[in-house]
């Protein structure tokens, strides 16, 4: 709602429902680059709690409607992301893109990441106060290592391991967001690729290649196993064919 306030300069309930919807279709409009599903969502929640705060049932009834999506989430094949790690002109960007599918890192997390977050004895991703307030470790790549090694020593980065224009503060998010939309328009790529792809991809490859969901469910810091259990309706591990128990009643 602070958003929105800055947005219109003034709060948003002295605005007209036209203002309004004006400004929830630029949220919509910006879901590529800028503003997710989940933010929209969230602004729509508080501007109705705003209205029924001051007893204005009618405006709140007059917001659109949230409906749950159940569509699943875009993966990445290993080529593709491959593909994307290396199309990239500047070193930066390729451990950048890297760095995020080989952690499962959050767009947040590694905008904010540390140079003294990567534990290269220990070979771990310290990732500090991420969603719901917590910390996690993820296990750091041996060619990630070497990848960041090359990326300190040629472009010196200053506390944050992605330093934004000024070489103090952090990457921003947008900046890392638009980055990686410019690189997949210069692949074959035809799907729709966020930072949050890489994060899908990741979890998916990790259960292909035999790693439990419970593992992958600390390793992406999910507060509940239901959230990691989509993985399996889009992951292509091999199951065992499904066959009648009636096969097996005479065997002997």
């Not at 004006?22 to 969502?41: A, G, W």
């Not at 990326?151 to 103090?168: A, L």
């Not at 980055?179 to 994060?199: C, D, E, G, S, Y």
Request: net charge positive.
């Amino acid at each position: 709602m602070a958003k929105a306030a800055l947005y219109f300069n003034e709060c948003p309930s002295r605005k007209s429902d036209e203002r309004i919807n004006q400004y929830l279709l630029f949220l919509k409009e910006n879901q590529d680059c800028r503003y997710s599903y989940s933010y929209f969502k969230h602004t729509v929640y508080g501007l109705r709690l705003v209205f029924r705060l001051l007893g204005r049932e009618d405006r709140a009834i007059r917001l659109p409607l949230i409906r749950r999506v159940n569509s699943l989430p875009t993966v990445l094949s290993q080529q593709e992301c491959k593909l994307i790690f290396s199309t990239p002109k500047l070193l930066k960007h390729r451990v950048l893109f890297s760095l995020i599918y080989s952690g499962g890192l959050r767009l947040q997390e590694v905008s904010l990441l540390k140079q003294c977050d990567i534990d290269f004895d220990r070979m771990k991703i310290h990732i500090r106060n991420s969603k719901y307030g917590k910390d996690r470790l993820v296990p750091l790549s041996t060619l990630i290592k070497r990848g960041l090694i090359k990326y300190y020593q040629k472009c010196h980065p200053r506390i944050y391991v992605f330093n934004g224009r000024n070489g103090q503060g952090p990457l921003g998010k947008r900046a890392i967001q638009n980055r990686l939309l410019a690189t997949v328009r210069n692949t074959r790529i035809t799907k729709k690729v966020t930072v949050h792809t890489l994060r899908h991809s990741y979890a998916t490859h990790l259960l292909e290649q035999g790693l439990d969901l419970l593992t992958i469910k600390e390793l992406l810091g999910h507060q509940d196993i239901s959230t990691t259990m989509v993985y399996l309706q889009i992951s292509d591990r091999l199951r065992k064919a499904a066959f009648s128990p009636f096969d097996n009643l005479y065997i002997k």
